[in-house]
C-alpha cells in the first residue's frame, strides 16, 4: 500500500504550500485544538474521518481522493513483515532523492546480512527520537495487516506528523539530518559502522555521478570526509558526530543528493560546480579554492554561488517562482543578487567591480549598489522576455477563490496569460535522450526561464505541463528529445481538447532518431550550442501544419504472436521489408549492448555499419508475393519491374537521419524511367515523378526499396526509392510475418490487416535555416494534384 511516483511528486508539490510545522501540527491536537475530537482516547490514533479534517486544514485544500485514500492506506496497512524497511525507505526517499541516486537498495539490504557490530558504548544510554519511534512504532510491527473496509482503520497520529514535516521543507536540515542517519543506520543500533559508512559513501559517489563529477578525484575526498566527521576517532559515527559534520563542516545533505527539489519558494537549488576562473562566495566574498580545487555550490536557479562551509549561512533569497497572490495587477519586479563579478554598470556606464554591485536574475541588468536605489523597481524580464512566464502570471489555483479563468480540475497552480507580443515557452525535456544531455539543458532552462515553465519528463509526464499552460493561449512548446518523446507529446496533446487554440511545438534534437526536428529545421542533434540562440530561432520560427496519421494493425490469424504495436500515429514514417529489418536489428543490438550506444555519433556509425554489411538480398526477395496494397482503394503492382524487398510511407522528406526517400521531382525523371509501374490514382493520369512532397497535404507518399544497395544510395542521396503512389488511405495485407518500424520503432507483425489514414494537423514550428535554405514545399502543392486526394 504505496502511493504511485505521480501521488507522491504531487503531495510532495501540495506540501511545499504548506508553512506548518512539526509543533502547528501537534497543537491542533491538543484539547483546545481544532482537531482534538478526533483523536482515540489514547491520543495516539485518527480515523478516515479525522485523518481527511487534518489533511483540509494542514494542506488548506481538498487533497484529491484517491491520493488522501492512498495515504492513509499506506499509514493503515504499513507494508509486509519482511520488507517493512526497505519499501518505507524507498517511499521516504523518494522524497528526497533525484531519479538516479537511490540510496535504499544499498542501505536496506544491508540489514539482512548483517552481523552485529563491536559497540564501545552500551546501547541503553540512548534515547530514541521521535523520528526513530516513528520508524519503529509503524513500520516495524510484525503484525500482518488484514485488508478490510479502511473506514474502521485507525492511523497513528505523530508519525503522519512527522511525515508530512519531511516533506514539506519546511523542516530543518538538523531534523532532515537525523532522518538520514537513521535511514543509514540499516542495523538500528545507533551507530555508524564502517559498512553503513561505505553505503553513504557509495550514495554520495552515485550523486557525483549523476552529476558528472570526477569521481576518481572524488573517492578520496569523500573517504576523508566520512574520516573527519568521525570526532572522537573510534570508527563508527554516532548521532551526535554526525549532526555536528553535517550542520558546521560538511554539506552532506548536498552531498547525499538531497535539497535539490523545489521545495520551498526561496530556498535555493544546490549543485557543486567546478568553475574555469576565480569565482566568490556569496555568503563570506572570499574566492572559492578548497578541496578539489575552484569548486563551489552554484543555485540552478539563480546563479547564487557559495563554499560547501558556507552553505548553511546562505540566506534563502532565491527567486519566487509564482506569486502568492491571485493579484493580476501585480508587477514584476527586479530580482537583485550581490554581483559577485565584474561589469558596466547600466545606469552610470561606469564599471562595477566585483561585490560593488547588483545583477537581477530576470533581466541580468548590472547597477552599482548606489544606483540600485535610484533606479525604477520593475523588471521587462530583459533579452528573454518574449519567452518568460513571469512569477506574477502564476498562482496556487485554490487562492483564485472566483474559480475564474482556465482552471484545470486538480491543478496546484493556475496561469494568466502575459499581455503584449509575448509567447510563453513550455520547455518538455526527455533526460533519457542523448546521454545526459538532457539533464544540462533542463538546468540551463531552469535558469534561462521560469523553472515552473521547464519540464523533466522523466519525472512528470507531459500533462502535467501542458495543463499548467492550458489557460495561456498565446504559448509555444518546445520538446526537447528524440523523435519518440515527440510523439509522446504530440499524443499527450491529443488528449488536451484544445480546439483551434493548439499551442504549436518547436523541437530542440537530442539522441539519434531526429528526423522530425530535422526536416523542420531544428537539426540533426544538439551540439551544445547555446539555448539563447535556440531560444531567438524560436522566436522567429514559423508555423506549419503537419499531417498525421492513425494506423491500425490488425493480425489476420489470431493464434499468431508479434511485438506489441509501438505507436497507433505516424508522424514521419512506416516501413515494411528490409529496412524495417535493419532497424529491427540496430533496436535489438542497442538492447543488448547499450554501453556502445551511449553517443550519438556511435548510434551513427552503428546504424551506418549494419546496413551496409547487412545481406538481406534473398529474405524479403519476393514481398510482391506475400504483399497487397491498395491506395485510395486501388491495388498497386507492385510485381513488375526488378522485385522490392521493401515498403515504405512518408509523412516527412526526412528518414533514417535524413534521408530523402521521395527525391525531388526534377531529379528524378532522368534517374527513373518507369512510370508503366504506377497504377494512376483516383483517376488521373497525373505522373507521379512531378509530385512534391508536402507534410500538411493530406497525402502521404509511399515508395518501393529494391535492395539494401539501393537504401545506401538513398541515404548517400544519390538517388530516391522507387515511387508508388501518393495518397490519402492505404491498405496493407501481408501474408506472412515482416519487421516493420513506425517513426524508427521496430516490431516484428505476424500476417495482418494494416490500415493508415488521415487523423488530423497538427501546428508545428519551422526554425529558420542556415546560409543553405532547405527548399521543402510545405505549403504549395501542385495544384493538378488536388483532385487526387480523396
Ligand atoms: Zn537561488
Ligand atoms: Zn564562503
Ligand atoms: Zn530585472
Ligand atoms: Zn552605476
Not at 559498512?195 to 559513501?201: A, F, G, L
Not at 576562473?277 to 580545487?293: A, F, H, I, P
Not at 565584474?342 to 541588468?365: P, T, Y
Not at 528573454?384 to 483564485?400: E, M, V
Request: aromatic share 8%.
Amino acid at each position: 500500500m504505496l502511493l504511485s511516483p505521480e501521488q507522491f511528486a504531487k503531495l510532495t508539490e501540495y506540501a511545499s504550500y504548506s508553512s506548518h510545522k512539526l509543533q502547528d501540527m501537534l497543537q491542533w491536537f491538543q484539547p483546545s485544538g481544532m482537531l482534538h475530537k478526533y483523536l482515540s482516547e489514547d491520543g495516539d490514533t485518527l480515523d478516515y474521518d479525522g485523518f481527511r479534517q487534518f489533511m483540509n486544514v494542514y494542506f488548506g485544500a481538498d487533497l484529491p481522493s484517491d491520493l488522501t485514500q492512498q495515504l492513509f492506506l499506506s499509514f493503515a496497512f504499513p507494508p509486509g513483515a519482511n520488507q517493512h524497511r526497505s519499501s518505507f525507505l524507498s517511499v521516504v526517499q523518494s522524497a528526497f532523492v533525484n531519479d538516479e541516486g537511490s540510496v535504499g537498495g544499498v542501505a536496506c539490504s544491508s540489514k539482512l546480512l548483517e552481523t552485529p557490530p563491536i559497540l564501545s558504548t552500551p546501547k541503553t544510554e540512548r534515547r530514541p527520537s521521535l523520528i526513530e519511534k516513528t520508524l519503529k512504532n509503524v513500520f516495524f510491527q510484525d503484525t500482518e495487516p488484514k485488508v478490510d473496509d479502511f473506514g474502521l482503520r485507525r492511523i497513528p497520529l505523530k508519525p503522519l506528523a512527522c511525515y508530512l514535516s519531511l516533506l514539506s521543507g519546511s523542516s530543518l536540515p538538523i531534523d532532515k539530518l537525523e532522518f538520514v542517519f537513521h535511514v543509514y543506520d540499516s542495523d538500528d543500533n545507533g551507530y555508524l559502522d564502517s559498512k553503513e559508512i561505505e553505503s553513504i559513501i557509495e550514495q554520495m559517489m552515485n550523486v557525483a555521478r549523476y552529476q558528472q563529477w570526477d569521481t576518481i578525484e572524488l573517492e578520496p575526498i569523500l573517504k576523508k570526509m566520512m574520516a573527519d566527521i568521525d570526532y572522537d576517532n573510534n570508527g563508527i559515527i554516532s548521532l551526535e558526530e554526525w549532526i555536528r559534520g553535517g550542520l558546521t563542516t560538511i554539506p552532506l545533505l548536498v552531498l547525499l543528493g538531497i535539497d535539490t527539489e523545489i521545495k520551498q519558494e526561496g530556498c535555493h537549488i544546490w549543485k557543486i560546480r567546478h568553475f574555469s576562473k576565480l569565482t566568490y562566495c556569496n555568503v563570506c566574498r572570499q574566492g572559492l579554492s578548497s578541496w578539489g580545487g575552484k569548486q563551489g555550490l552554484s543555485c540552478v536557479l539563480c546563479k547564487y554561488t557559495s563554499h560547501e562551509r558556507c552553505v548553511l549561512q546562505a540566506k534563502n533569497n532565491c527567486i519566487h517562482t509564482y506569486s502568492p497572490q491571485a493579484n493580476k495587477e501585480a508587477k514584476m519586479t527586479h530580482h537583485w543578487l550581490d554581483s559577485n563579478n565584474a561589469g558596466k554598470c547600466f545606469k552610470c556606464k561606469l564599471s562595477v567591480g566585483i561585490f560593488e554591485g547588483k545583477r537581477c536574475r530576470w533581466c541580468n541588468l548590472l547597477l552599482h549598489d548606489a544606483c540600485v536605489q535610484a533606479s525604477i523597481d520593475e523588471c521587462d524580464l530583459g533579452v528573454l522576455a518574449y519567452h518568460i512566464l513571469p512569477p506574477t502570471n502564476i498562482f496556487p489555483s485554490f487562492l483564485n477563490t472566483k474559480k475564474e479563468g482556465n482552471n484545470e480540475v486538480g491543478a496546484l497552480l493556475q496561469t494568466t496569460p502575459p499581455l503584449g507580443n509575448k509567447r510563453p515557452l513550455l520547455v518538455l525535456i526527455n533526460p533519457k535522450s542523448g546521454g545526459r544531455q538532457g539533464e544540462k539543458i533542463y538546468r540551463k532552462f531552469q535558469y534561462l526561464l521560469n523553472p515552473r515553465q521547464v519540464y523533466n519528463l522523466g519525472k512528470h509526464p507531459p500533462e502535467i505541463g501542458l495543463r499548467l499552460f492550458k489557460g495561456i493561449k498565446n504559448c509555444s512548446i518546445l520538446a526537447c528529445g528524440g523523435d519518440g518523446t515527440i510523439n509522446w507529446i504530440l499524443e499527450s496533446m491529443d488528449k488536451m481538447n484544445y480546439g483551434n487554440d493548439r499551442p504549436p511545438v518547436a523541437i530542440l534534437p537530442l539522441g539519434t532518431g531526429n528526423d522530425l526536428a530535422r526536416c523542420l529545421h531544428w537539426g540533426g542533434g544538439y551540439e551544445s550550442e547555446p539555448l539563447v540562440k535556440i531560444l531567438n530561432n524560436i522566436e522567429k520560427a514559423t508555423i506549419v501544419y503537419l499531417d498525421r496519421w492513425q494506423i491500425h494493425i490488425e493480425q489476420t490469424k489470431k493464434s499468431d504472436k508479434g511485438d506489441p504495436q509501438p505507436y497507433n500515429i505516424i508522424n514521419n514514417y512506416f516501413s515494411i521489408g528490409v529496412d524495417a529489418s535493419i532497424a529491427h536489428r540496430f533496436h535489438v543490438m542497442r538492447e543488448k549492448y547499450p554501453e556502445k550506444f551511449n553517443s550519438r555519433m556511435r548510434n551513427k556509425l552503428w546504424y551506418l555499419e549494419l546496413s551496409t554489411t547487412e545481406t538481406l538480398r534473398s529474405e524479403y526477395k519476393n514481398l510482391h508475393e506475400q504483399i497487397d496494397i491498395l491506395c485510395d482503394g486501388e491495388t498497386v503492382d507492385i510485381s513488375s519491374g526488378p522485385n522490392l524487398e521493401g515498403l515504405a510511407l512518408l509523412n516527412i522528406p526526412s528518414m533514417y537521419g535524413g534521408s530523402n526517400m521521395w527525391g525531388s521531382a526534377r531529379k528524378e525523371r532522368s534517374l527513373w524511367g518507369k512510370s508503366s509501374f504506377f497504377s494512376p490514382i483516383g483517376g488521373s493520369s497525373n505522373n507521379l515523378h512531378s509530385r512534391v512532397q508536402d507534410i500538411s497535404d493530406k497525402l502521404v507518399e509511399v515508395v518501393g526499396v529494391e535492395n539494401v544497395m539501393q537504401m545506401s544510395q538513398i541515404k548517400a542521396g544519390v538517388r530516391g526509392a522507387r515511387r508508388l503512389s501518393q495518397c490519402g488511405t492505404v491498405v496493407i495485407q501481408t501474408h506472412r510475418s515482416y519487421p516493420m518500424q513506425i517513426d524508427g520503432e521496430a516490431f516484428v507483425s505476424p500476417p495482418s490487416l494494416i490500415q493508415i489514414t488521415h487523423k488530423n494537423q497538427v501546428p508545428m514550428l519551422v526554425g529558420k535555416s542556415g546560409k543553405r535554405e532547405l527548399k521543402f514545399n510545405f505549403f504549395k502543392r501542385k495544384s493538378v494534384d488536388s483532385n487526387c486526394s480523396h
